[in-house]
């Protein structure tokens, strides 16, 4: 086997030709959006990208809402969080948004202090 370079490519941004995120065989390089946010009290965003707000729906009911459209609503969503005692479950997937929830093992929705969700899919 011959020797093989390797060379470092440094970049602020990387765009499509055709702007939206860039690929490498077909395959989106970074999640579309994703957020990290307080789910307890007054919820907050900690940090995110492509999401533009978390709508409060009750107890355990939080709606994140994209900031640029999806380019359908067949994406993939994971919701999760610090709590490792409740289940996150997502629904309602929408181009604009999707709704995710927090139980207890009884069944009951709680807030969870720490929350996190990551979309991947194309955007439209």
């Given at each position: 086997?011959?020797?093989?370079?390797?060379s470092?490519?440094?970049?602020?941004?990387?765009?499509?030709?055709?702007?939206?995120?860039?690929?490498?065989?077909?395959?989106?390089?970074?999640p579309?959006?994703?957020?990290?946010?307080?789910?307890?009290?007054?919820?907050?965003?900690?940090?995110s990208?492509?999401?533009?707000?978390?709508t409060?729906?009750?107890?355990?009911?939080?709606?994140?809402?994209?900031?640029?459209?999806?380019?359908?609503?067949?994406?993939?969503a994971?919701?999760?969080?610090?709590?490792?005692?409740?289940?996150?479950?997502?629904?309602?997937?929408?181009?604009?948004?999707?709704?995710?929830?927090?139980?207890?093992?009884?069944?009951?929705?709680?807030?969870?202090?720490?929350?996190?969700?990551?979309?991947?899919?194309?955007?439209?």
């Amino acid at each position: 086997m011959g020797d093989y370079l390797m060379s470092l490519i440094k970049a602020n941004d990387l765009t499509n030709v055709t702007g939206g995120i860039p690929t490498v065989k077909g395959q989106q390089l970074i999640p579309t959006a994703w957020v990290n946010f307080n789910g307890t009290g007054t919820v907050a965003i900690r940090d995110s990208e492509n999401v533009s707000s978390i709508t409060d729906g009750g107890v355990g009911v939080y709606t994140i809402n994209f900031t640029a459209a999806m380019a359908n609503s067949n994406y993939s969503a994971t919701f999760s969080g610090g709590e490792s005692r409740y289940n996150k479950t997502v629904d309602g997937l929408t181009t604009t948004k999707f709704d995710g929830f927090v139980r207890q093992d009884s069944g009951t929705f709680t807030d969870a202090t720490y929350l996190t969700g990551i979309i991947l899919g194309g955007q439209a």
